[in-house]
């Protein structure tokens, strides 16, 4: 009886941490595909207004950043487990 709630428990984080991770997949490429575009808008402009577009660019690369080390991290803490 032990065994199976172990084993259903461990499949259950199993589970739930790839969910996650295909969650922050997504979410890092729609941030990395949105960090494309609006660097593509600010080139384009011409760096008309350069510090708001370089704060923009900086926060996208942060964001993008920590989503890819939280995917990183249930990554690794997934396969820690078996």
């Given at each position: 009886?032990?065994?199976?709630?172990?084993?259903?428990?461990?499949?259950?984080?199993?589970?739930?941490?790839?969910?996650?991770?295909?969650?922050f997949?997504?979410?890092?490429?729609?941030?990395?595909?949105?960090?494309?575009?609006?660097?593509?808008?600010?080139?384009f402009?011409?760096?008309?207004?350069?510090?708001?577009?370089?704060?923009?660019?900086?926060?996208?690369?942060?964001?993008?950043?920590?989503?890819?080390?939280s995917?990183?991290?249930?990554?690794?803490?997934?396969?820690?487990?078996?």
């Amino acid at each position: 009886m032990c065994n199976f709630f172990s084993y259903f428990f461990c499949f259950w984080l199993f589970f739930f941490s790839f969910f996650l991770l295909f969650y922050f997949f997504l979410c890092f490429l729609c941030r990395f595909f949105s960090f494309i575009f609006y660097f593509c808008y600010c080139f384009f402009s011409l760096f008309s207004n350069f510090f708001n577009c370089f704060f923009s660019l900086f926060c996208y690369f942060v964001l993008c950043f920590l989503f890819f080390f939280s995917f990183f991290l249930l990554f690794f803490f997934s396969f820690c487990f078996f």
